[in-house]
């Protein structure tokens, strides 16, 4: 299936930007147009492979895992809204339907749903219907018969976009066009940025600014004017523009992810607990597992010697595509004055490693990656081991936005709390 899937979305690249706009979703655009790609291919296969039992199971924690992610978004946005004094209805209603759904246990129990007429899908069937292109008299069948099926392909394939998207991210396709851009006001990026030239990072100047008001989060340098959209989560970036304000910081440099002249929407949520320890007390090497998941840890190295500490999380359902596994790390340098510690050094990495190399990786911290991308990288700081934002450790702030087992993150801070 993700042969089809790898199609569509070859597809969705074809598209011009007003085509994009104007058809909305690739997947429902072909859908509407009952293109062959859907009807013929990717329909067929998902019947036969809803019949597996197995494959049903796997379908559900796809569709539970997108569920909580919206939930946790939702949180967020009635959490700011109430922060604002804002009226926060708009976010809170929308929990019922959401625990209606993330109680469904069984796929008899989600087509159940899918023909519930109080959970409003005979409205959207309609929407469907009146969408399909060469509108007739058998649309209203076409959508009827196919509608569960199509449910269950805009899950999968959201999930295979996210999949494949981590591995895309290594190619840094926006590099080639940061060149050309800066080129255009005579800057040659490659020969006066550092950062840029050794890892496709762009460091911050004093003619840019952080755009951290928006759905997506970008940088905007003022002679150029266009958003250099970065993959940093909003929680990460407050952080960081905290730690540059307090003149903490001496360089910091960016992976830019796509470069656009206006920004559109996403974000992450937030919770957390306030650390303090004795860096140089850590043991060298600890790990920490989900009791009810052990493939889901965190491990965290310490080498005293470099003064350096390692976060790395490995998941039971970490991206895989081709024969290829993508796990994240952020990564510190400190050193120490008199008694107290400061960090110089913070960067967070996506490691790519083989399958073989992952299941080495799994049971030896040593064990390198095939490959790494940067996010964000600070370094010429000067960072209190104690300082916090928001009254939480930066480190846990960090680690807390971008890593996807926050309770292993709290045990951990827990642990090493004094």
């Known amino acids: 299936m993700d042969e089809i899937f790898k199609e569509i979305r070859a597809r969705d690249f074809e598209r011009s930007n007003e085509q994009a706009v104007d058809q909305g979703n690739v997947l429902k ?113 076409y959508v009827d018969e196919t509608y569960v099926l199509y449910e269950v392909a805009r899950v999968l394939y959201d999930q295979y976009s996210s999949r494949v998207s981590m591995f895309e991210r290594f190619d840094q396709l926006a590099s080639a066009e940061l060149v050309d851009v800066y080129r255009r006001i005579d800057v040659d990026l490659k020969g006066s940025d550092e950062q840029f030239l050794k890892y496709h990072l762009l460091t911050l100047q004093a003619s840019m600014r952080i755009a951290n008001d928006k759905n997506y989060i970008s940088l905007i340098d003022e002679r150029i004017g266009k958003h250099f959209l970065v993959d940093v989560p909003r929680r990460a970036m407050n952080v960081l523009e905290h730690l540059l304000a307090k003149k903490l910081v001496g360089s910091m440099a960016f992976n830019i992810t796509s470069i656009m002249d206006f920004t559109p929407a996403f974000e992450s949520l937030e919770y957390g607990s306030l650390f303090n320890f004795d860096a ?64 110089h050094h913070l960067d967070h990495e996506y490691i790519r490693y083989t399958l073989d190399e992952y299941a080495m990786r799994t049971g030896d911290p040593s064990t390198k990656g095939h490959k790494k991308l940067k996010t964000f990288k600070i370094d010429k700081a000067r960072i209190p081991f104690d300082f916090t934002f928001d009254g939480q450790h930066i480190v846990f702030l960090i680690l807390d936005a971008y890593f996807k087992n926050k309770a292993l993150i709290q045990e951990y801070f827990s642990k090493v709390a004094t």
């Open 280 to 343: 140089l007390r850590l043991p060298e090497v600890s790990r920490l597992y989900d009791g009810g998941m052990y493939d889901d840890s965190l491990w965290v190295r310490m080498d005293k010697p470099k003064q350096s500490l390692t976060f790395e999380e490995l998941c039971s359902d970490f991206p895989e595509h081709e024969n290829m596994v993508v796990t994240q790390l952020v990564h510190l340098q400190f050193f120490q004055e008199n008694d107290q510690y400061f960090i």
């Open 29 to 141: 655009s072909l859908y509407l147009k009952r293109d062959s790609l859907i009807v013929r291919d990717l329909f067929p296969v998902l019947r036969s492979k809803l019949l597996d039992p197995r494959f049903q199971v796997e379908f559900l924690r796809h569709y539970k895992s997108a569920l909580n992610s919206e939930r946790e978004y939702l949180t967020e946005m009635a959490l700011r809204s109430e922060a604002s004094r804002f009226d926060s209805r708009f976010y809170t209603l929308q929990f019922p339907r959401l625990d209606r759904q993330l109680s469904i246990s069984t796929f008899d129990e989600y087509q159940e749903f899918l023909r519930d007429p109080g959970e409003g899908h005979l409205g959207l069937k309609e929407i469907l219907t009146q969408n399909v292109e060469s509108y007739d008299a058998n649309s209203a069948l």
